[in-house]
Each structure stands twice: as C-alpha cells, then as structure tokens.
C-alpha cells in the first residue's frame, strides 16, 4: 500500500496529485519536481524499471516531502508507468491527477490552467495542445508535425472526440472518479495509451478539453521510434473506431444515426457488388457495360455515402457535453506497486 504524507489541502477545492512517469530522465527529474507549485499535494514518481534506477535517484537526492516513489518491477511502457501512479494517487484520496513527463518538455507552471477546467466543474479530463499557438509550431520538428495531423484526424475518428488535436500529448489532467472507472487491465500500457485513453473517457461519456501549451524541445531524446508503432496505431485505433460505434451506437442506444449508418452501408456495399458482377462480365465477354446498369451501381453508393456523411455528422454533434465526474462514485483500486 502507498504511504501517504500527512499534508493538508493547499487548495481548498480540490486534493491535486501530479504523477511521473520515468525511465532514463535522471537529468531532468528533480528540474521537473522543482518546478511543480504549491497548488499540487503529492506527487508520485514512478520508476519504470529504468536502468538507470531513477527512483532510488530522486529517493537519495529529493527534498520535496510532497514526493513518493514507486517502482514498477519490471518495464511496463508509459501507459503501465501512469496507470501505477493513477492507482497510487486514487488511493491516496487524490481528487485531480496530473501527468507529466520528466524530460522537461512541459512546463509546471500549465498545471493552475491544466486543472482549473476540471476544478470548474466543466471538464473531466484536460490535455495539452502545442499546435494551438501557430508561431510556437516551427520550434517543433517537421516530422511531429506531419505525424501528429496524420495521427490528431485518425483518433478524432476513433475516439469521437472531434474536437481535440495533439493526441499524443502526454501533459493531462483527470478527475479521480473519472480515472477509478477507467479499466486499467484492458488499456495499452505503451506509446499507444494516451489514445486509447481517449477511446476509453468517450465510452464513459467524459468531457475532454484541449488546453493550449508551448512545447520545450532541447537535448531529450524519445523512446518513440516512429517505424515501430506506425501499424500498432493504425490496428488499435481501427479497433477502437469499431468498438466505440458499436457500443454507443448499438449496444448502449440505437437513433437515427445507427439506421443511417446501416443503410448507408448497405447501399455502399450493393452497389459495389452489383458494380464489379457487372463490370467483369462485361469484360469477359467484351462487350460494353449498358449505361442503365453503370447507373443501378453509382446511384447506391451515392446514396450510401449521403447517409454515411449523415451518420458522421450526427457522430461530430454527439461529443459528450456534461461532465460526469459528479455522477460517479469513485471505485477502490486495488495497489500492488512497490513503494520508497
């Protein structure tokens, strides 16, 4: 079980907790913990197995009593490192979780503007976006940029959440009671965890805001190889895409949208079918395909593509609205982490 400091509230309206994840950051760790204001209570820092044991690290040279260090006992990826601190800072009576990084790219200072959405009762979970502030976007690398626009329109589609960018962001904020509902053993734990959030705060039906921020690039380097993620995105956010349709569409309630998105369908696919029979019998028969059949295959799919840009736009409305951290009862974690 986490040991809790005896700290009171510096701010009376909530109980803020700040968790990092590390692995190879033992440059800028204590610069980060430094940096974090009175406004936060505790601040859990998760060694990820890193071989540079960054915990035992803060452990000899932090003053901050506001810290605890819990070491995960093998390597879990970024995902498995917060999900260990979101579990720690629930337990410890958390009531808004912070996530940032201990390279030193986000700055400390957002956490006030991170968190005062959620402390207002109007959103449940806070990200950041360094593409808000256009002059700030040549400081980051040609490459992130193009990846991220690829990567913001792939999860606006498989999160419904059409009104974020930046998706892989990891500068966040979470009510607790939104977090406790998260199922921690069915999210990615690696590169792919703060989209899959996302996927998992739209099935709960959470308000998400993006919260602009500058990004600090100096002599960090990523653990990210792009090469090596690029198919485990595109699979999981395809899963997710068919997963989410199918539970808030389906599953949990039908309306119109879920009649325009099985006709729509319906007629994509007839006229596709009808289309190819046809073509390739006149092909193999070399004779020219009668326009009154070219017709009876465009005209569906035509149809089919009204009623799927119907469905999408319904899909685009739909962004949940209404907080609903205060409709929650917060859930017991079970905590196995080791703890300094």
């Excluded at 979470?174 to 921690?184: D, K």
Aim: charged share 20%.
């Amino acid at each position: 079980m986490i040991k809790n400091h005896e700290t009171k509230s510096i701010n009376d309206s909530a109980i803020v907790a700040v968790v990092i994840p590390c692995y190879r950051v033992r440059a800028k760790i204590l610069g980060v913990i430094s940096a974090i204001g009175k406004e936060v209570n505790q601040i859990f820092v998760v060694d990820d197995c890193c071989p540079d044991k960054s915990g035992l690290f803060v452990q000899k040279h932090n003053l901050d009593p506001r810290v605890v260090v819990l070491t995960n006992e093998r390597n879990l990826g970024v995902g498995g490192a917060v999900i260990a601190g979101y579990k720690a800072a629930i337990t410890a009576h958390a009531e808004i979780i912070v996530k940032i990084d201990g390279d030193g790219q986000m700055d400390p200072g957002l956490i006030p503007i991170l968190i005062d959405p959620i402390l207002n009762g109007a959103a449940d979970y806070t990200k950041g976006n360094r593409f808000f502030y256009l002059d700030q976007i040549g400081s980051m690398p040609k490459l992130r940029i193009f990846g991220n626009a690829i990567l913001s329109f792939i999860t606006k589609v498989s999160s419904g959440y059409w009104n974020i960018f930046d998706p892989t962001n990891g500068f966040t904020a979470i009510h607790a009671n939104v977090a406790s509902h998260i199922p921690f053993e069915k999210i990615s734990q690696r590169f792919f965890f703060e989209s899959d959030m996302l996927f998992r705060l739209n099935l709960l039906r959470a308000v998400v805001w993006d919260i602009p921020m500058d990004a600090k690039y100096e002599d960090e380097v990523s653990n990210l190889k792009v090469s090596s993620v690029v198919h485990e995105f595109a699979v999981k956010n395809i899963k997710n895409l068919f997963k989410r349709i199918f539970y808030n569409y389906f599953l949990r309630d039908m309306s119109l949208a879920s009649i325009e998105l099985i006709v729509g369908t319906l007629f994509i696919l007839f006229g596709l079918i009808f289309g190819c029979y046809h073509w390739s019998n006149s092909a193999l028969l070399g004779v020219q395909t009668p326009i009154g059949t070219v017709m009876l295959a465009v005209l569906p799919i035509m149809i089919g593509i009204q009623f799927i840009l119907g469905f999408i736009g319904f899909d685009i409305s739909s962004i949940p609205s209404k907080p609903i951290n205060i409709l929650l009862r917060p859930r017991k974690i079970n905590d196995k982490h080791k703890t300094h």
